[in-house]
């Protein structure tokens, strides 16, 4: 039946270019945004993921900074280590020639004693932003060690993420290898044996301090590599779940200004059919 008043094939087509319409809109702005699901509204769980993914992303990246704060406080205190490792076994082949009866100790001592005192000065130089790994107090505050936050843990979506931290000890060269107090003066090729005894020990702890410092380093590095490859693969996870793709959306757009165009000329036939009754009354 044909009605004069109710034209059910107009309200059809403008039902069908109101959806195309808001379909196109919708389209547009993802397009461009770059989001497909920008806000709750669009998708409200996939919103919720993302955002705190997003909060622990930001986490990470805090904690990339942390590790390159930490690394660079034990990369400071190991190169210290290590020199200090070169420093005694100079005292060491000094210690060694004296071990003569035919050598002037005195200037062999003076020599010592120099380079004693250039191993405490490096000890008491290795800090970085307040912090000396080779002294007995790390801080000043009286701490053995410095903690590094090196991960957040969460465990079910819902859950508090847990921080976890990287403890490294100081090596106390400050107090394990003071040359100055524990030292023998050498004042002949006997004491010259004496010292060469101690000076050995504390070779042995420098080149174990400065072992222990290399590996902390190692470690603090490759948690870094982890955080920032983590990271990395987070923020692909949320541009997975929230970014538009562009070639998909680019299809569709084109396919919807298509549907558009048919639909308002859907509508216009459509209301043009009722002039069509009026040939029937000619």
Do not use: Y
């Amino acid at each position: 039946m044909t009605s004069i008043l109710t034209n059910n094939g107009a309200m059809v087509a403008l039902q069908t270019l109101s959806s195309v319409n808001n379909d196109l809109t919708e389209s547009q702005n993802q397009i461009s945004t770059g989001k497909k699901v920008g806000s709750a509204s669009d998708n409200a769980a996939v919103w919720a993921i993302s955002k705190t993914m997003e909060s622990d992303v930001a986490g990470f990246e805090a904690i990339s900074e942390s590790l390159a704060v930490g690394e660079a406080t034990v990369s400071v205190a190991s190169a210290g280590a290590e020199q200090i490792v070169e420093k005694l076994t100079e005292i060491k082949e000094l210690i060694v020639s004296a071990q003569s009866e035919n050598v002037d100790h005195a200037k062999i001592q003076d020599d010592i004693t120099k380079k004693s005192e250039q191993v405490a000065a490096i000890i008491g130089a290795a800090q970085f932003n307040g912090a000396n790994l080779l002294a007995t107090d790390v801080d000043g505050a009286g701490a053995t060690s410095v903690g590094v936050l090196a991960s957040l843990d969460r465990v079910g979506p819902t859950g508090t993420p847990t921080a976890t931290e990287i403890s490294i000890a100081t090596v106390d060269f400050e107090a394990n290898i003071d040359l100055a107090s524990n030292l023998t003066a050498i004042t002949d090729s006997a004491t010259a044996a004496t010292a060469l005894g101690e000076v050995e020990a504390f070779l042995t702890t420098a080149i174990d301090g400065a072992a222990q410092l290399g590996a902390d380093t190692a470690r603090l590095s490759d948690q870094g590599e982890f955080v920032s490859k983590l990271t990395d693969a987070m923020k692909m996870g949320i541009s997975e779940m929230t970014d538009t793709n562009m070639e998909e959306a680019s299809a569709r757009l084109k396919a919807l200004q298509t549907q558009q165009q048919l639909a308002v000329q859907s509508l216009s036939i459509a209301n043009g059919a009722p002039q069509s009754l009026m040939s029937l009354f000619r």
